[in-house]
């Protein structure tokens, strides 16, 4: 990660918490939330059914794959991009593919994680509205039935699953349910968090007079379900709208991240999908002023991920040694009962040491009481002996 990068993370996040509100562009309009929105008791059981989706992926996976197989579906398991091109390769070469009809690549995260494009320029493969291969993203896959959720295509891209001779499915392990009967309210959410009404929708389950294959991606997502605390973040609905308030993110931009993944959920996840030495400083840039959270479709308790990414960081030993110090020197100095009962001066000059002087600059720092906690506890309760209480 730049270094210029990093800093304009940390001076946008400073500039932040220093403010006493948030811009009028940052703030929620609540009264935009459609009817179904507001159904919290439908939100919460849909995010339970993602939710134990999750915690037991690998049974749900399973359970799709046999669903989705017995309709002579092909299914390629990767574990990185290297593994989805290498794969993509053996079927040009198999069909004799010259050109693929390839969905709004801007559109589409998984695409752009995975960079199709240059792979198929580097590969000599045409982009064609009548390609002899057409890719698809799909949205969510449905264990109990073995079906492929997709939204947002043309009419002409839908008739084309059921006639052309290849289809080609992408989506991640993440991506999955056990019940089909949510696909539309997962629709629901999906037309909302675009700003749209209803979009099309089909559940693809296969079709007898074309191959169908499907590459599930992992591309280190793996790496997230390891920590129990932060597997959540991995039901985000991608849906832009935490963006859209976070007072970092409307500052910096996406340029900073240098990433596909931009934004609160991805402070909280890019140090696992990528490296924690390029990607650590992200857990910081943010407030936890919990916006994001208030506009969140299905509620995700970002504030709290972040911390225990941040927690995370530190118990790994991915601080850098400054602030390793410092912080050692805080966490001994407030766990110590005689130093916090020293006088507000002495706690004053204390903070100090932590606060640099250009953040002094741009932020008030905030004074102690005269006294300290347990010294005016003390008072209280010789008054009310005085007072026979």
Request: aromatic share 12%; hydrophobic share 35%.
């Amino acid at each position: 990660m730049n270094n210029d990068y990093h800093r304009s993370f940390l001076e946008a996040s400073e500039k932040v918490i220093g403010a006493n509100s948030a811009p009028a562009s940052f703030q929620l309009h609540k009264d935009t939330l459609p009817s179904f929105v507001e159904d919290k008791c439908s939100v919460e059981r849909f995010k339970m059914a993602l939710q134990r989706s999750i915690e037991n992926l690998d049974e749900e996976l399973g359970r799709f794959e046999k669903q989705f197989s017995n309709r002579h579906n092909a299914i390629f398991w990767a574990a990185d991009y290297n593994d989805v091109f290498s794969s993509l390769k053996k079927l040009f070469k198999t069909h004799k593919v010259k050109s693929v009809r390839l969905p709004n690549v801007n559109s589409s995260t998984i695409f752009r994680e995975l960079g199709i494009k240059y792979f198929l320029r580097d590969e000599h493969i045409d982009l064609a509205e009548d390609g002899e291969m057409q890719f698809f993203v799909a949205d969510m896959m449905f264990s109990d039935t073995g079906s492929l959720l997709i939204l947002n295509q043309s009419n002409s891209g839908f008739d084309r699953l059921s006639n052309s001779k290849i289809n080609v499915f992408f989506t991640t392990i993440d991506r999955i349910v056990g019940n089909s009967d949510w696909a539309e309210f997962y629709q629901q959410l999906c037309s909302y968090r675009n700003g749209c009404g209803n979009q099309d929708m089909v559940l693809f389950k296969g079709s007898g007079n074309c191959n169908n294959y499907l590459f599930l991606i992992d591309n280190q997502r793996t790496n997230v379900l390891q920590h129990k605390s932060l597997r959540q973040s991995l039901i985000c609905l991608q849906c832009g709208r935490c963006n859209d308030v976070c007072p970092v993110f409307q500052t910096i931009g996406e340029e900073p991240y240098n990433n596909v993944f931009a934004g609160p959920v991805a402070n909280i996840t890019l140090p696992y999908l990528e490296t924690f030495e390029s990607y650590k400083h992200v857990a910081y840039a943010c407030t936890l002023c919990g916006c994001c959270e208030e506009v969140c479709p299905i509620s995700l308790p970002i504030r709290d991920m972040i911390v225990d990414s941040r927690q995370t960081l530190i118990a790994c030993d991915q601080l850098e040694k400054g602030d390793k110090r410092r912080l050692a020197a805080l966490r001994k100095f407030t766990s110590s009962r005689a130093k916090m009962n020293v006088s507000s001066f002495f706690k004053r000059h204390m903070l100090l040491k932590f606060v640099s002087a250009e953040y002094r600059k741009t932020h008030r720092v905030v004074p102690f009481a005269s006294e300290s906690f347990n010294k005016s506890y003390k008072k209280i309760i010789e008054n009310d002996q005085r007072k026979g209480v």
